[in-house]
């Protein structure tokens, strides 16, 4: 698995991965956004400081987007995952994670890691859970993580 810093480039594919019914079923805004929408936030996305966008390709083919928002503080970062839709069920969702964080953390070493999961998205709590990830508390619709130990 490669990871790499996204790019204007893989705009389209993000803003269709994003768009998939399953995706949007997990996401906290479900709804279709417009082109234009996405691509705003991509180009403001790709030049934040405070967010890093990072590509994992395996066998030269895109697997998905891992995004860290991090805090004013930069002691934090929320870490959210989405792979595209053909990568699902490959068992590439907790090695594209991992090799995400380890490519984030030679930047951001000391910075605690944390994740919001829908309950009813069991393969990400699966997924993040096999990365290290446990639960802080849990709540109606959502469950809260924070990294126990780096991935391996």
Known sequence: MIVRVATIEDSHEVFLWRNDETTRAMAFCNEKISWETHQAWFTTAIRSRRRILLVGVQD??????????????????EVSINLDPKA?????????????????????????????????????????????FKISSVEKY?????IAFSCT
């Open 88 to 132: 699902r069920g490959k068992n590439l969702s907790a090695k594209f994670l991992a090799a995400a964080i380890a490519q984030f953390k030679t930047t951001f070493p000391t910075i605690e890691l944390l994740a919001t999961i829908r309950n009813k998205n069991k393969p990400s709590v699966k997924c993040f859970t096999k990365c290290g």
């Open 142 to 146: 959502y469950s809260y993580f924070q």
């Open 60 to 77: 030269l083919l895109k697997v998905g987007i891992c995004r860290f928002d991090l805090s004013e503080k930069y002691d934090e970062a």
